[in-house]
Structure formats: C-alpha cells, structure tokens
C-alpha cells in the first residue's frame, strides 16, 4: 500500500530525514519510535502532503503511484489520514460541520454526491457512540477549550467518519489518560481491517499494548536504524535508545 | 467645471423644481452655504486621512438624471431579499420607481421622502426631526441641500411592523456618469420595533458616485434593527452618512455588509440621548482588487447605565485598503456605562492594508470601556489541518473566513439575510460550500 524509498527531506534547508525506506502492507500495523528530534513527525507530516517540507529524494508510493506533486487534500482523497500530535483549534466551526465539509468535499473529489444528511447523521451518531463522544461536543467549536485527551479522541473520531484507507497516528498517546487511551485504542482496533493499513508513532510502549503492531521501527537521525517485531518495543521500553545510539554510532 | 462648482451652480436649478417657501428649504439654503464653504473633504482632515476622494470627484457626473429607464422585476429580483414578504421602496436613478415598490399608510408611513417633505400631514415630523441629527460637514451638508427624495418612514407608537422594509436604489447607467443624493428619514415611536435593509446597486458599469445620508430617531423603548448590503459594482461609490438618536431604553441595531464597490465610505453616529439603552454596530468587510472601504463610527455616550457593542471584520486581498476608525465618547455623566469595541482584521496578500484606529474618550469614572484591534494571516496550520482532512485550499480558506465573520453573522436577525450574505460571501470567494456554520 505504502512504500517509502529513500526519502530525504528538509524544511528551511536543514536536512531531516535521510534516507527513509518503510513499506507497509493493507492489513499490516506499523510502529515508529524513537527519540525526541529523530524526524518522527517530520515523516508523518511528509507523508500527509506538508508544503513545508521539501522532498530532495526519494519516492513515496502509495498504491504503486508517486503522491508526491500531490496536494494535502489530494492525498486526503486518495485515504491519506494524519492523527496530530497538537490538533489545531479553529474557532466558529462546529466539530459536526467541520466533518460533514470533509467528507462532502471527498465524495465530491471522487465524483460522488454529497452524503445524505440522514447517512450523515446516523453516521455520526455511531462513530461517537465508538469513542464513547457526548454528543453535545460535536457542536462545540474545532478542538478550541478541548482538553488534550478530547482533542485527541475528536482525531480518532474523524478517522472513523473518514474511513482512511492509510492512518497515521503522531503521539497520539501524548496527553491521555489510561481511560481515553483504552477509548481510542479501541476505536482504532475497530476500525483495523485486511483493507487498510495503520502507522503508530509514539515514544512509549503503553499505546502498543493496545494497538499490537507488526512490525516496529526506530527512527533515529533521520533514518530507520532498526526494524523488528513488537518484542523491539518492549526492549526499547526496557533499556531506553541509549544503546539503538551506541549500535548507529559504532 | 470643478464638480463642487457644478454642484453650487446648479442649485439655482434645482430650486425649480421644490417649493423654495417650505421651512425645509431653509435648511437646504443654510445646507449648500456650509458646503460651498467647506467643499469636500480632503486627506488633510483627520477624518478622512486614509480615504481620498480624488480618484471618485474626477468624473463629469449628472446632476439631475433624465427620465427614469424601466427596468422589470424579474432582471433586479436577485437584489432583493425577496424569500420573504416585505414593504420596498424602489427608487431608480434616484427617482421613485411605483412598480417595484410596495409602501404602505396602514397605520404606519412607508412612503417617501418627497411626499414627507411636501405634504402638510407629515409636516409635524419634519420640523421636529428632518436634518436634526445629520451631521453639519461638508459632504451631508451637500445631501441636505440637494436633499428632496428617498425613504420616509414613520412608525408611530406601540406598533411591531411585521414585515422588514426594503430601500433599493438601483441606477441603471442611462448617464454616462452619475451623482445621485438618496436623503432617509426614519423615526421609530415608543415601543414599536421596526427591521429595515438598505442596499444601492449599479446595473451597469458606469461610474455612480452616491452620497446618502440617513437620519433614524428611535424613540422610548423602541427597537431598529437595521442592515446595509454593499455589494456595489466596483465601478460604484458609496458614501453614507447614518445618524442614530437614541431615546431611554431603546435598542438599535446596524449591520454593515460591505463587499462590493470601488470606495465605500460609512460614518455611522450614535447618540445616546437617554438612559438604560444599547446600541449595537456590526459589521463584515471582504474586499479586493484595488477596493476601499473605510468604516468611522462614533458612539456618544451621554448618559447612564447604557451599553455599545461594536464588532467589525475586515478581509482585505489583492491590494485592497481598508480604514477603521471607531470613536467612542464617554460623557462625564454618562457612568455605568459599558462600551466594548472590537475590530478584527485579516489581511490576505502583501499589497492590502487596514488603518485601525480606535479612539476612546472618557470623561465618567465609573465605567467599563474596552477595545481591541488585531491583524493578521490566515492560520497556516489550520489550513494544513483542514487540506489534510480532504478539505480543498480555497474551501479550507473560505470555512476558516466564515468561521472568522461567524459572530457577527450569528447576530443578524432575519435568517433569509443571514442566508443571502453567506451566498454573497460564498460566491465572492468562489466556492460553493456545503456548510453551515
């Protein structure tokens, strides 16, 4: 589904990552540790069509074809979803409405009509009974005065509504307590099929025993400096980077 | 000839066509000396610092139009808001078009300003309040001399006017340029609640130069709910003088759309004459190209326990330039008073550029008075959060321009207007959008 062939980019001329190969099969659940600085969100936000970032090299491939001359939304249309690590507040857009113009503007790129509003609405109903949302907050403005855990939960909550065929999911742990993590874990677990694929970045074990990876990587300097199974995360848990530092350095 | 020349010269002429022994022409004679005296204005008065008139003055404007042009229903139905039933008073080149217009004396005065003027049964309310409250510059002064046609409406007490009031002027470019001098009257009696829409609109692209002045009394206890939509040709300039006199316990609203035009002008005053009353002034700017809009606003304070609310947006692209310069004057007796201003700006291109330019003048010490003023971008990363959800750029930048303007359009009474504005700002930026915000 996704391949990433040494990929290097920048932003404002400072090279941060150098060389990435990664592919992810549909089915498969992919982990990215690593620590603070590795390119980590660098990488997601690459990934997702950040016009920031400059790509000096490298391809990725989603579904055989280069995503790379396409737009954010482009990208949004083709199954692309990024989870942020800090969702931004938008203030005088509704959490409902914002969903509806997103979906609504997806079908529209692939020549659908707009969603029946009762689709909408049953939809809607179901997807925050999931991540256990009140339904009240979803008149509430974008993400403003949401606490770090309804933020992140509203992430998850838009990944249902959108189905994404690719999710990304940047430190989505940061800022949860155990309660929202089993939530959005769940959902997350719930909306995994043989289908699509999903990519966990995160610093700690805590979220991986919730989302089992296949497969985890360590990103460190910019490059994947290790891939293994989720075993990998336990011993990262356990003995910190220190030593991923001294095998790279050696 | 100059266009203040012109003018001067041609009011020997235009004392042909009224009644020169009214008490109102009294006025007009005191009116055009005040302009012959102070011309119009220029960017060394402070007021008008950051607007010129040069590039509006330079056109050889009719004075007088020729005879009015027909124009049917069906071909200026979309400058109506006409989802809803309501009363019209067309006017067509300035001159009062009966086809299109709906008045109404049943119970209440919807007529004209040229029936007001000239008629004995309105004559009571025209000493007591014709030019009481219009400002004595160079520019109303003109308006006032000119002044013979326009909206009349009186509203006598205890009455809720079911129906909102239309005021459209259209003007159709039968004359290669024109001047045109709308003069309204609107006196709202206790406890009765009016809601009124005002609109100009050009139908051509020749240039039209309007200067309109507009005097509302809102009498005890009454409420005015008012809503100008400029979304003039850019070949069109508007500048409207609006006077508002307050009495106790009375609520007046105004709402200034503004999205069209070459150069639109609003001077908005707000007299407080009474106690226990608020005045509420609104507005959203989206402009472009080489567009100019300049809102100067006044609230008088004058006495106690009373509150003004204003909120002004502004989004300025290409290189258009925007003023706003909202003064809000705090009498020493007027304590308890509670004024609150707010204008927000978003400047989308290096080339446009905003003015702001809150005033306060406070005289009383017991008061809770505050403004604010920003300017800035549109959120990048709240772009990229949007694109990266399957939202397009231009849908992204319209929903976070509705999102910045919401308030205000929250606050406007009469859903069919709310629609037509968020249409107006929808087909402005591009895009036809599927939410509501």
Redesign the interface.
Known sequence: MLEIKDLHASVDGKEILRGINLEVKAGEVHAIMGPNGSGKSTLASVI????EYEVEKGQILLDGQDIEEL???E???KG???S?QY????????VT??????????RK?KGLE?MPAKDMLKMIREKAELLEIDRKFLSRSLNEGFSGGEKKRNEIF?MAM?EPKLAILDETDSGLDIDALRIVANGVNKLKSKDNAVIVITHYQRLLDHIVPDFVHVLYNGRIVKSGTKELAHELEEKGYDWIKEEVGA | MELKDKLVSSFMAFENTVDVDSPVHDVRNEAIKIFEDKGFPSKRDEAWKYTSLNSVLKHDYSVFPKQEKAIEYSDVKKYFIHDIDSYKIIFIDGKYCSHLSQTTHDGIDVCLMSSALSKPKYQLIIENYFNKVATKDGLSSLNTAFSKEGAYIHIPKNKLVAKPIQIVHFSTGNESALMLQPRNLIVVDENSHVQIIERHQSLTDNPVLTNSVTEIFANKRAIVDYYKIQNDKESASLIDSTSVNQKRESHVSMHTFTFGGKLTRNNLNFYQNGERMDSTLNGVTIIGNKQHVDHNTLVHHIEPNCESHQDYKGIFADQSTGVFNGKVLVNKEAQKTNAFQSNNNILLSDKASINSKPQLEIFADDVKCSHGCTIGQL?E??M??????????K??KA??M???S??VLDSVKIPEIKQRITKIIANKLGVNI????
Do not use: C, W
């Open positions: 997702a069509g950040k016009e737009a954010a939304e990208r949004a249309h692309v979803f990024l942020f969702p931004v507040e938008i203030p005088g857009v509704s409405n914002f969903i509806k113009t997103a979906i609504n503007e997806t790129a707009d838009q959108l | 959120d990363s709240a990229f959060y949007m694109r990266s959800r399957g939202i397009p750029e849908e992204a929903l976070l509705f999102a910045f919401n308030n599927g939410f509501d915000l």
